[in-house]
């Protein structure tokens, strides 16, 4: 039997992620962190499954990762753990680069030590584009990052070649654009307007307020992205590739779509108001990914269309909040 460990089984793509390695005969080990109250949401349908196996550890912490990764003897680790949201990152730039730079070269100096036969995957992002150099984006295109966040992930991603041209390690990054789910969290966009338009469809708020509209982001499904992780690890040589659906679309399209697949009546300006304190100090206008080597070397393609996803966020919330008092 396989054994793969995830840091940020927790977090939206580590939950989706081991549902597909335990679907794939894995035994999966996921990193928690302590914290007072249990944070197990988005894993708690498969929390008792014999094949998943929860270990407390915290990315700040080097000794209790390599400990983990010495009792573990993982055939492959997924680093997803990170601070990911980009806002934050401005209020808290230096526990961003903790845990989302300096946390990579902590799980790699623990798979060296502990185990250094495993395949380790790092979750590089989009955002180490940034001010985009050429569009669309591929694996050759420098990065720019805008954002305490970015400059993080570019640490990451390099420390990670870095490690495979050092000591030989099968260490890979995969440079992924925005994905979303139901599961995503409530403060990014996307989430956050399906959960708006749901509730304003239900009576229980009136308008969403916003940011930028005119941001442009590649918006992928979250469940087709963490295949394209597996199937990173399971090449024959390491290598980094771009995942993205090659498509891009603004915040006001998501948002008319959103108005649209909720059943909000007339105009979909009359549900949105601009605030300034969602505003970035600096901003990511444009991001389009292009997936072509993903395609022709991983045989990896997205499988749902820009209007199916913002379709099933927001039939997922109108389900949630239908059910909820709040
Ligand atoms: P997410 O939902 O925010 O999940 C982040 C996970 O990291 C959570 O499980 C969280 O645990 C854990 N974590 C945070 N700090 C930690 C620490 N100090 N020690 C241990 N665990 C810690 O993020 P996601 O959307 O699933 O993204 C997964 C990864 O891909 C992240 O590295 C993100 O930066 C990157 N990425 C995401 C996207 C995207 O569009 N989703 C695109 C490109 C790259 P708690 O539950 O305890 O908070
Ligand atoms: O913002 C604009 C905002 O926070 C998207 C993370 O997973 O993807 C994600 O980062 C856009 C930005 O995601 C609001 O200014 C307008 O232009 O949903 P987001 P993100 O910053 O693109 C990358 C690839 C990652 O790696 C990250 O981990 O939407 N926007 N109004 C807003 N954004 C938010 N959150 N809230 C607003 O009210």
């Known amino acids: 039997m396989k054994?793969?460990?995830?840091?940020?089984?927790?977090?939206?793509?580590?939950?989706?992620?081991?549902?597909?390695?335990?679907?794939?005969?894995?035994?999966?080990?996921?990193?928690?962190?302590?914290?007072?109250?249990?944070?197990?949401?988005?894993?708690?349908h498969i929390i008792h499954n014999e094949n998943l196996e929860l270990v407390s550890g915290d990315l700040i912490d080097q000794h209790s990762l390599t400990h983990a990764l010495k009792?573990?003897?993982?055939?492959?680790?997924?680093?997803?753990?990170?601070?990911?949201?980009?806002?934050?990152?401005?209020?808290?730039?230096?526990?961003?680069?903790?845990?989302?730079?300096?946390?990579?070269?902590?799980?790699?100096?623990?798979?060296r030590l502990a185990c250094p036969n495993a395949r380790f995957y790092q979750a590089s992002s989009s955002e180490m584009f940034g001010k985009v150099q050429a569009v669309p984006q591929t694996e050759t295109t420098p990065f720019y990052?805008?954002?305490p966040y970015g400059v993080a992930k570019v640490y990451g991603h390099w420390i990670t070649v870095n490690y495979r041209e050092s000591f030989d390690m099968f260490a890979v990054s995969g440079i992924l654009f925005n994905h979303e789910s139901p599961r995503r969290g409530?403060?990014?966009?996307?989430?956050?307007?399906?959960?708006?338009?749901?509730?304003?469809?239900?009576?229980k708020q009136t308008h969403v307020e916003l940011g930028t509209l005119d941001a442009k982001r590649d918006w992928g499904y979250a469940?087709?992205?963490?295949?394209?992780?597996?199937?990173?690890l399971q090449q024959d040589e390491p290598e980094d590739f771009v995942i993205s659906t090659g498509e891009t679309h603004s915040v006001q399209e998501f948002l008319e779509i959103a108005c649209r697949a909720a059943g909000l009546e007339g105009d979909w300006k009359q549900y949105h108001?601009?605030?300034?304190?969602?505003?970035?100090?600096?901003?990511?206008?444009?991001l389009i990914g292009d997936p072509s080597k993903a395609k022709e070397k991983l045989g990896w393609e997205p499988t749902i269309s820009f209007e199916e996803l913002v379709e099933k966020m927001v039939q997922s919330e109108l389900e949630l909040e239908a059910k909820s008092e709040l």
């Open 3 to 44: 054994k793969a460990f995830i840091t940020g089984i927790t977090g939206q793509d580590g939950s989706y992620l081991a549902e597909f390695l335990l679907d794939k005969g894995y035994k999966v080990y996921g990193l928690t962190r302590r914290t007072s109250t249990q944070n197990f949401e988005r894993i708690k």
């Open 145 to 147: 990052p805008r954002s």
């Open 273 to 286: 108001k601009h605030n300034p304190k969602y505003d970035r100090p600096a901003e990511v206008d444009l």
């Open 71 to 111: 009792e573990v003897q993982p055939d492959e680790v997924y680093n997803l753990a990170a601070q990911s949201f980009v806002k934050a990152s401005w209020e808290q730039p230096v526990l961003t680069g903790e845990f989302t730079a300096l946390g990579v070269v902590r799980v790699l100096e623990a798979v």
């Open 186 to 203: 409530l403060e990014f966009v996307t989430r956050k307007i399906a959960n708006a338009v749901a509730r304003i469809k239900l009576g």
């Open 223 to 232: 469940k087709d992205y963490v295949e394209a992780m597996w199937l990173m």
